[in-house]
């Protein structure tokens, strides 16, 4: 029976019950009929340009345009009469004529063969069997079942057609993600439409006139010159090789997809990997993540091609430095088994420390605190366990209780958006996306406080830039306005603590927000990732402003807190953070330097990349007798183990992580291994066997796949119990915690600290994939965007310095080479650098006290 909800129409003499209202060329597809659609983008609005979606229509005069054309009941459609494939024909053939392929019209080409020469025009410079999107190509297909080839209806037969008339502008192969050729492009928009509608990013539009008619990037120059982030959703639109990633052009033919999850940031895109013969050649955005759906950015579309087998460990490794050589995983373990069983002998357990990873799964941080609870130490934490703990406690304090019951899905709608971060459009590229939908699409209020300058910050009716570390009192002084405006703050512990001064800033801040929307209320905010103190501070006052602005019952729902590694939350939920007594990280490197914890096991986490304070650091990893590191990659904690065990990359891996909306997301396994590696679980597990045997106990008996894992966190944890396989297809999500309690809290200033005259800030760029970076490689950065130090133009003329100058970052000492960039990016007397940059490099200048470092900044 039909719902009524739907109305039945006639495709080709077949019913079919549909929506009424969508638009036909959705419904034509759908229903399993091919048609020719050029221009069209689903979901978006029609664009009417290319006309080779006709149709018949029964009752309609001549024929219509199906993308522009609403099903209504009754609708008897034909795609297929011999008048619509005649005018489709003709439709093709005038796009084709500015075609390159010459081939697609040609009556001779069931003749030739694959790689056979023209014999017969001697102009055809470029063919599909030359061409890189052949066999995938949306233009070719369209033209096949058009039967152009056999129509000979090419209106420009034996004559020179407009393509040949016309030079041809030259490929842009100028940057590392994707090509340009223009001389295959049809003119569709499709891209401009998906850089508009999608990305609200405008960087590729129609300019000329005529037939110098062209998509151009920005005014008219490289790609890598405009404005474009690289996200690559006009490559997923268009139907022709003009725009083409690059590292896969001619390999991008996958033998198999696979849906699996980008783990470069916490919004834990989905994304399905293009497989061909075990290595991924394609990235593209999967449904299953309700947030991010079908975008992605350009980490996440092109960081599967970052980082090459042979740069991945490739075998364990045993002994320091360079005492230390390659080892089979079997005698790795078995000299780490004796070696901990000596160290607990000797010391007791709480000489043992162990650090798991946001940048693992739940499952294998599920194993580690197995594993911590059976050698019996309660010191057990990750690196980024200082910030989280901080975040955790403000959350806390605010409602008591650290599971919020917002989902990310709300703030595309809501009508009142604060963003708080570094750089939120670089931390968390698709949220960014999704609010500069909600101004745009919904007429959201928005506004930005940012460190730097980042691309929300042209939808915001007030933008703001904190001076360094004055962020969360900047949003605690707006939270001070609002509440002041409505005469008397709700009646909640701590309100008093409110009370930070204004400036026009925040008064003009709390103006838009109290003049906005129906009390929808988003307050996003993605902490500093390297200053606890900030982080706490930051939360707390975006607590507060989400109370003032929602009131105290919508609060919690209204609070969004992005944490700073994909899988923080599956992380803790996986029990990874101190016991009864237990040191966090601080304390467990506090304790190395001390001689007092002597070993130290290190799943996926990399301290020296993400901690302040390197030199402490470092001595405090030197300082231990047993450095045991389960990685992918050779980073700079590696080189200081005396146990290394060679894990998978996460394209090679099965398991779930938690990203900040609470989903639960199934990672799976695209790529082989590479060569000498295992995954983290089935190491970790032989590591629980051999150190058993070492200290003649029963064997722990870790999970030996990251189904058993998760059963037996589901086992313990009331919100993994229902986690199940199908589920977490569907983008499974936790419950929140139940009832909470409400309370403002005061917001610390942060100290300065060092001597200079500029506020050194920092914090996550768009283009530095991590792992590369870990691997301190020049080109973690491949488009070199982020390998600068943001300058305001009034300190960069106090100091005589340059747009492009090489200078040099001083604070206590230490000094830093780097190019000076020169823009009112950054507030006047803060500079802003990657916290990736040259492998984390900054961390060598930044305190471990959470005062934010005065820096100085000189020619070099
Ligand atoms: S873009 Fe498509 S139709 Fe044009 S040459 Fe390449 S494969 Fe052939
Ligand atoms: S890559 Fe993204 S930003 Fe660049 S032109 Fe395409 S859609 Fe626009
Ligand atoms: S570049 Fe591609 S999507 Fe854009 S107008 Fe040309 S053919 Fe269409
Ligand atoms: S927003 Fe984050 S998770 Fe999504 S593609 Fe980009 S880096 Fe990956
Ligand atoms: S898809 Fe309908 S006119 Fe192009």
Redesign the pocket.
């Known amino acids: 029976m039909v719902a009524s909800t739907t109305v039945e129409i006639t495709i080709n003499g077949a019913p079919h019950a549909v929506e009424p209202g969508r638009p036909l060329v959705e419904v034509i597809k759908e229903a399993g009929v091919y048609i020719s659609n050029l221009c069209y983008i689903d979901g978006l609005p029609a664009y009417a340009g290319c006309r080779t979606c006709v149709v018949e229509v029964e009752g309609m005069r001549g024929q219509v345009l199906a993308c522009s054309t609403e099903v209504r009941e009754g609708m008897v459609v034909r795609t297929d009469s011999p008048a619509t494939l005649e005018m489709r024909q003709e439709v093709m053939a005038f796009i084709l004529a500015n075609h390159s392929d010459r081939c697609l019209t040609c009556h001779r080409v069931d003749h030739c063969r694959t790689g056979d020469i023209c014999l017969r025009d001697n102009v055809v410079t470029h063919r599909c069997v030359t061409c890189s999107k052949n066999y995938r190509c949306e233009l070719q297909t369209a033209s096949d079942v058009a039967d152009m080839g056999r129509s000979n209806v090419e209106p420009y037969l034996d004559e020179a057609r407009t393509y040949y008339q016309y030079e041809q502008p030259p490929p842009d192969r100028g940057n590392p993600y994707f090509e340009f050729d223009p001389q295959m492009c049809i003119l569709c928009t499709r891209c401009e439409r998906a850089c508009d509608d999608l990305r609200h990013t405008t960087a590729i539009t129609l300019a000329g006139r005529g037939f110098s008619t062209r998509m151009a990037f920005g005014a008219g120059g490289a790609i890598h010159e405009s404005n474009c982030d690289f996200c690559g959703a006009c490559i997923d639109v268009c139907p022709t090789a003009t725009l083409m990633e690059a590292p896969n052009k001619w390999l991008a033919r996958p033998q198999r997809w696979v849906s699996t999850?980008?783990?470069?940031?916490?919004?834990?895109?989905t994304?399905q990997v293009g497989v061909r013969d075990g290595r991924g050649v394609i990235v593209r955005?999967a449904a299953g993540?309700d947030v991010?759906r079908n975008?992605?950015?350009?980490?996440?579309?092109f960081?599967y091609d970052q980082v090459r087998d042979r740069q991945r460990l490739l075998a364990g490794r045993l002994g320091r430095g360079e005492d230390g050589f390659d080892a089979e995983t079997p005698v790795v373990l078995r000299d780490a088994g004796a070696k901990l069983a000596a160290i607990v002998a000797e010391y007791g357990a709480g000489a043992v420390g162990l650090l798991g990873s946001g940048q693992a799964t739940t499952e294998e941080n599920s194993a580690l605190a197995r594993l911590a609870a059976w050698l019996g130490t309660p010191h057990l934490d990750a690196s980024v366990g200082s910030v989280w703990g901080a975040v955790e406690a403000a959350r806390r304090e605010s409602f008591g209780g650290v599971h919020l019951p917002g989902r990310l899905t709300s703030v595309e709608e809501a009508a009142t958006i604060v963003a708080i971060g570094d750089d939120l459009s670089a931390?968390?590229?698709?949220?960014g996306v999704r609010i500069k939908d909600a101004v745009v699409n919904r007429g959201a209020t928005l506004v930005s406080l940012s460190a730097r300058r980042n691309p929300i910050d042209d939808f915001a009716a007030v933008e703001l830039r904190p001076r360094g570390g004055d962020m969360g009192a900047t949003v605690q002084a707006i939270a001070a306005v609002l509440l002041s405006r409505d005469g008397e703050a709700p009646a909640l512990p701590g309100a008093d603590a409110v009370a930070t001064p204004a400036s026009p800033e925040t008064d003009a801040a709390a103006e838009a927000l109290a003049a906005s929307g129906d009390g929808t209320v988003a307050v996003v905010v993605a902490p500093s990732r390297h200053n606890a103190v900030a982080a706490g501070a930051q939360v707390r006052a975006a607590a507060n402003l989400a109370i003032a602005l929602a009131g105290p019952e919508a609060a919690p729902a209204a609070l969004h807190v992005l944490p700073p590694e994909?899988n923080t939350i599956g992380l803790r939920d996986a029990g990874v953070h101190p016991g009864a007594d237990g040191r966090d990280v601080d304390g467990m490197l506090a304790a190395a330097r001390a001689g007092s914890l002597k070993a130290l096991i290190v799943l996926k986490d990399n301290p020296l990349l993400t901690l302040p304070d390197r030199t402490a650091v470092r001595s405090a990893l030197e300082a231990l007798d047993l450095l045991l590191v389960i990685d992918e990659a050779a980073t700079d904690t590696v080189a200081l183990a005396t146990h290394v065990l060679a894990d998978v990359s996460a394209f090679a891996k099965d398991g779930t992580v938690t990203?900040a909306d609470r989903q639960m997301l199934r990672l799976r396994a695209a790529y082989q291994p590479q060569r000498g590696a295992q995954p983290a679980l089935s190491h970790l597990r032989a590591l629980g066997s051999a150190l058993a045997a070492a200290m003649d106990r029963d064997d722990p008996a870790l999970p030996e796949s990251p189904a058993a894992a998760m059963d037996a966190l589901a086992d313990g944890d009331v919100r993994y119990a229902d986690a199940t396989v199908s589920r977490m297809l569907s983008a499974g999500r936790q419950p929140p915690n139940g009832a909470m309690s409400q309370a403002f809290g005061a917001v610390p200033a942060l100290e300065t600290s060092g001597e200079g005259g500029l506020l050194l800030l920092t914090g996550r760029d768009l283009y530095s994939d991590r792992t590369s970076a870990a691997l301190g490689m020049d080109d973690a950065d491949r488009i070199g965007r982020s390998a600068c130090l943001d300058l305001h133009p009034a300190d960069a003329a106090a100091r005589g310095i340059e747009d492009g100058a090489a200078v040099t970052l001083h604070s206590d000492g230490t000094a830093l080479p780097i190019t000076a960039r020169v823009s009112e990016d950054v507030a006047a007397g803060s500079v802003f650098a990657s916290l990736l940059w040259q492998g984390g490099a900054l961390q060598a200048l930044l305190p471990a006290d959470g005062s934010i470092v005065r820096v100085e900044v000189e020619r070099a």
Do not use: A, H, Y
């Open positions: 999850v980008c783990t470069e940031c916490s919004m834990g895109c994304i955005p993540n991010s975008q992605i950015c350009v980490r996440g579309r960081g931390s968390n590229n698709v949220l994909n990203n």
